[in-house]
Structure formats: structure tokens, C-alpha cells
């Protein structure tokens, strides 16, 4: 008995949507495609994706999320399971062309050893295609233009609770090194705290230690051979700055140049989102994106996002 099948392209026109939408339908895991070069079975589990072989061929491995994005158009799905979503969908479809040679294929079944978990569509996302952003939050949508500062709320929400350094983020979407720059003052007045390279001496018990230290250098330095000596020299150098200064911060000026085109892109990101009429989830994450104990930002929220890069 030959099982009849469905290419991307047909059930795209079969439902009237895009293949980004039906993209979305496999990252909930409610249906799941197969691969049409290998007949490999493909589910989102546990945040990745699961390629199942058929049976004989190789063994079961996992792919990134992007897998389902980057191979969308070589997927073909199984009509059974396309009817089953259907009609647990209410799903009325517009096109019902299914008995063309192409879609048979002589595999009868494949056998999934995992029980794949339902993944719930999520309603709050970013969705990158092109120059655009499509954005949704609590049921409702908006296209941006694209913007760093988005991609910058993008790569935090990817990572939820985890500090990314206001360095990192800058160079990971501009590829180049801070270009401005902004006093320390001026950081903690605008809410970006310092901290990440910093070295806190006082004139307590911190600089009795350095001072202590540098002494012994001193004296180990007078009976030291000429290619010690210079090993000696630099241990000494490093610890100079702290002996005669109160208690201030060092901080890399880079940190404090990133974290000044960070905080510019990021208002201009909140700004673009208002505009697109998404005004609450602008504030959403003013309020969730939070600056850290040093130069980097982390989200604080705990809804989850579902992040998609075309």
C-alpha cells in the first residue's frame, strides 16, 4: 500500500499561508514533516530538532531550531497527518490536489522511539525576514523595519536570566568596536551600572595587601637576576596605581563605549515598536531588560519568546 504525501509548496497553497507560517505550525510540534531527500522524519523536541532515519538508515540526531527555517521547502508531510490537523483545527482547505504521482512514496510507516512533547505555539515572538522584523505580544502583530537595537532585544530574549556584556552584543550585530565613548558618571546616571572589569581599591585593607606585596618586590628585586628582574618590574607596575588612591573603579573603555550605543539603539528599538502600535509590549520589555551588576543587560521576564531568523 503506498501512503500518499504533500510537498511544502502544495500545503502552503493547500492552506493559503507562506512557508513561514507553516514553519510555525512544525516548531509547535503538532505536525511533523518528513525530509524529502532522505524520507527522514523531523519533530521539535526539547528546543531542538529530532531527524529521525528511516529504518536502515542512520541513527536518530538533533539539529538546531533553524533546521526547520533553512529546509522548510524540502519537507513533504504525510496527508493523513495533514487531515488529522485538519480537523482538530477546524482547517477547511482551499486546495485538495493530493493524488499526483510525485507525493507517493513507498514507505508505509516510520517508527518514532520518542514520545514527542506538544509544543505550545507561542503568541509572543520575533520573526526576521529580510529587512523587516514581524513582532507579536499577547495577540497582537507589527512589522518593524530592521533595527540593531532589535536584533539586541532579539539575542537577550534567546537567552532568558543569562548577563550578555553590552561589548558582545554591540560587536556580535555591528561586527566592529564601540565608537563612542561616555564618562562613569554618566553611565550610573543612565542606569548603566559599572562593574564588569572593575578592581575596587580602598585605603583600608585592600591597599595594606598591595602595599605589603609591593615591599617584598622590592627586596626580591635587589637580589634578582637581570631576566628576573623584569618579571619582578611588571608585578610592580601592576600594582603602582594602588597604592597612593582612594577607592575608585577601573573600568576598559570599551565597556563604557558599548554600553552608550546599546542604550541609544535600544530607545530607538522601544520607539520603533510604540510606533508600530505595540505600545505594551514596548513597555513589556523596557521593564524586562534589565542592566546588571556590570557592562552587560540581561531579560528578567518570564515569558517566553519564540525567536525566528529567516
Request: glycine share 6%.
Amino acid at each position: 500500500m503506498m501512503n500518499k504525501w504533500i510537498t511544502c509548496e502544495d500545503l502552503c497553497s493547500r492552506w493559503q499561508i507562506n512557508q513561514y507560517d507553516l514553519g510555525d505550525i512544525v516548531l509547535e510540534g503538532s505536525l511533523n514533516p518528513f525530509h524529502s531527500d532522505d524520507s527522514a522524519m523531523v519533530a521539535v523536541y526539547d528546543d531542538r530538532v529530532l531527524v529521525v532515519p528511516p529504518e536502515g538508515g542512520l541513527g536518530t540526531y538533533y539539529e538546531p531550531i533553524s533546521f526547520v527555517t533553512r529546509e522548510m521547502t524540502k519537507f513533504i508531510f504525510r496527508i493523513s497527518d495533514v487531515e488529522t490537523y485538519e480537523n482538530k483545527n477546524g482547517i477547511t482547505p482551499e486546495m485538495l490536489d493530493t493524488d499526483k504521482s510525485k507525493y507517493e512514496h513507498k514507505k508505509e510507516s516510520i517508527d518514532v522511539p520518542l514520545a514527542l512533547p506538544q509544543i505550545q505555539k507561542s503568541v509572543n515572538f520575533f520573526t526576521k525576514k529580510g529587512h523587516f522584523w514581524d513582532v507579536g505580544y499577547e495577540g497582537k502583530t507589527g512589522t518593524i523595519k530592521e533595527l540593531d537595537g532589535i536584533d539586541y532585544i532579539a539575542t537577550l530574549l534567546q537567552r532568558p536570566g543569562k548577563s550578555i556584556s553590552c561589548r558582545d552584543l554591540y560587536q556580535s550585530v555591528s561586527g566592529k568596536a564601540p565608537d563612542k565613548n561616555i564618562s562613569e558618571g554618566a553611565a550610573i546616571d543612565e542606569g548603566l551600572h559599572v562593574g564588569s572589569s572593575k578592581q575596587s581599591i580602598g585605603t583600608g585593607k585592600e591597599r595594606k595587601i598591595c602595599s605589603k606585596e609591593y615591599e617584598a618586590l622590592q627586596v626580591e628585586l635587589s637580589s634578582a637576576s637581570m631576566e628576573e628582574q623584569e618579571k619582578i618590574k611588571e608585578q610592580m607596575a601592576k600594582l603602582e596605581p594602588y597604592l597612593n588612591m582612594k577607592e575608585r573603579i577601573f573600568v576598559d573603555p570599551n565597556d563604557k563605549k558599548a554600553q552608550v550605543n546599546i542604550k541609544k539603539r535600544l530607545d530607538k528599538a522601544y520607539e520603533a515598536i510604540s510606533k508600530a502600535n505595540m505600545k505594551d509590549m514596548a513597555k513589556y520589555l523596557q521593564n524586562h531588560i534589565k542592566t546588571d551588576d556590570a557592562y552587560g543587560l540581561r531579560y528578567t521576564g518570564d515569558i517566553a519568546w519564540n525567536i525566528i531568523i529567516k
